[in-house]
């Protein structure tokens, strides 16, 4: 994952640990890819003051992620969530699809639906 895909994963998760201004200087760096000297100019404040909050906020969800671990976890699920989505997808592919009894394929249908709601949080 790139720094600044992380960062706003980290954002997602820890951003009530910033202060305003930090989560605000944060955000418009990190998601909206907005330069210092923008995010400067639309809150009012100096390029330094975003520069320092933007550190300061930085430091502030890595230091939660490394104690607190929830991206990682996150992570770690997504992907054994997409491995399942993979595993049924081919189940459904297979030639001995046809044997399945309907019961097992509503049961396969059903999974589909919750890997999918979990996807989409």
Do not use: H
Not at 7 to 25: G, H, S, V, W
Not at 39 to 60: F, H, W
Not at 66 to 91: Q, S, T
């Amino acid at each position: 994952m790139s720094k600044d895909m992380n960062m706003t994963l980290l954002y997602d998760f820890y951003k009530d640990l910033l202060t305003e201004k930090q989560a605000d200087c944060v955000d418009l760096y990190y998601n909206e890819d907005l330069s210092l000297a923008e995010i400067s100019e639309n809150l009012g404040i100096t390029r330094q003051a975003v520069r320092d909050s933007i550190q300061r906020g930085t430091r502030a969800l890595l230091g939660a992620e490394a104690k607190l671990e929830l991206a990682a976890r996150f992570d770690g699920i997504r992907a054994k969530v997409e491995k399942i989505d993979g595993i049924i997808v081919e189940i459904e592919r297979s030639p001995g699809n046809a044997y399945l009894s309907d019961d097992i394929k509503r049961k396969i249908n059903d999974i589909l639906l919750i890997v999918k709601e979990i996807q989409e949080v």
